[in-house]
């Protein structure tokens, strides 16, 4: 049966030799008194809610190192095709490659079969790839879309098992945003309630978790349209200084003053004209 | 293993170091025509319920479930692969499926990759040679056929009270009524299990699926 996947299937399984060799690196590192760096994680709190007319997928911005904010507006909601598309949590590397390889294939799928692709398809192949990985793959995902048999919402975790419902939350500020939507969550609501919901779950996480922060994007996918609001509120604009420290010319008054002219003469002047077609 | 910057609190859904289990009660009753099947539906990742609402009693073959407990993400993946291998037994032999062929499918995957899984399954269904049947799966591969069974985390609580219960030939609807009672007990006591009771009876005539909310659960001892 000729394959239509990028994926090149291996026999024989994963190898898992590099994991045993890095956790000896590690191991050596520690023992040196230095600390290996720490991969980037989305700290992150991801939600996505089903309404009467499809799904509503929400994310925070912030893309965190360890303490540190690597990234204040990084896109947490991939594309997978034009009707479905991914909130990833985790290690950042980890979810935007896997996202774009099953997005990938998909396509591939999608043109093999003449079929806009299901939202089940797109489950099935991200929790047979992450099982394959056995957990290695640090991507914790919440996918949403419409399909021919309607709205669905899955929440997929690292090692493989999914979770089909009604609303999901993932990430280090699950919890928070969880207790909104436990809260609030009907069946068959309006548009316009369910991006407040998803808006105030997303904001839970942003104000309650250190993980999250910056801003809020929105992603409500319908039958044959997508409305990707990013941002969608601005939950945490910068704040203007109050005052100025520009000093006017003559504040530091001067004493002495010395130039000393260089003289550098030009040896060799070469000119490559990069193409900017 | 990568640490996460908040891993003091075992409060916190810390998929990278905890893997979503089905800390679980799942049971098995066989009876004349048919068997009655029944789980809780709470899935854990440490301390934390990430879903309240989840379906153990997963459909194998139109007559064929398994209810599945110890790692979900396991026994989702050997599930998906007993339903493929087994959909295609069933049209190279143009017939339904034995309960034992599907419950041995289980048992070559449970225990060939023993090492690598984390599983507990209790297979259940009808079919038209030996009528219904329950085989259980557990923990490193074995395979037995039982008239009654019950496994997953909560079922350490609930021997006593399922051996001192059952009697053979019991009624479809006393079946159905000891093992929603048998399964609230459980749910009781048993951290890793709460939620629902959802229960399914599968017969000659089809399978009838029902679900126990909270407070419908049957009630015992106020203590």
Redesign the interface.
Known sequence: MASVSVCQYRPGGFSFENCKRNALLEADINKLGFSSP??R?T?TTICGVVYKDGVVLGADTRA?E??VVADKNCSKIHYISPNIYCCGA??AADTEMTTQIISSNLELHSLSTGRLPRVTTAN?ML??M??RY??YI?A?LVLGGVDCNGPHLY?I???????K?PYVTMG?G??AAMAVFEDRYRPNMEEEEAKRLVRDAIAAGIFNDL?SGSNIDLCVITKGNVDYLRPHDMANKKGVRTGSYRYKHGTTGVLTKAVTPLNLEVVEESVQTMDTS | I?S???NYND???D??QR??STGTTIMAVEFEGGVVIGADSR?T?GA?I??R??DKLTPIHERIFCCRSG????T??IA?AVTYQLGFHSIELDEAPLVQTAASLFREMCYRYRE?LMAGIIVAGWDPRRGGQVYTVPVGGMMTRQPVSVGGSGSSYIYGYVDSNYRAGMSKEECLKFTAEALTLAMERDGSSGGVVRLAVISEQGVERQVILGNQLPKFSTV
Do not use: C, I
């Not at chain 1, 975790?157 to 979770?163: I, L």
């Open positions: 720490a991969a994680k700290g965190t360890g303490m985790g290690t099935r929790k047979q992450l099982f056995q957990g640090g914790a929440s975790y690292p090692h493989g098992s999914t979770d419902l280090s699950s919890l993980g | 990568v996460t910057f908040n409060l916190y859904p998929w990278t893997e979503v899935t990742t934390y990430a879903n609402v989840t790692s979900a993400a396991d989702q993946a998906d690598e």
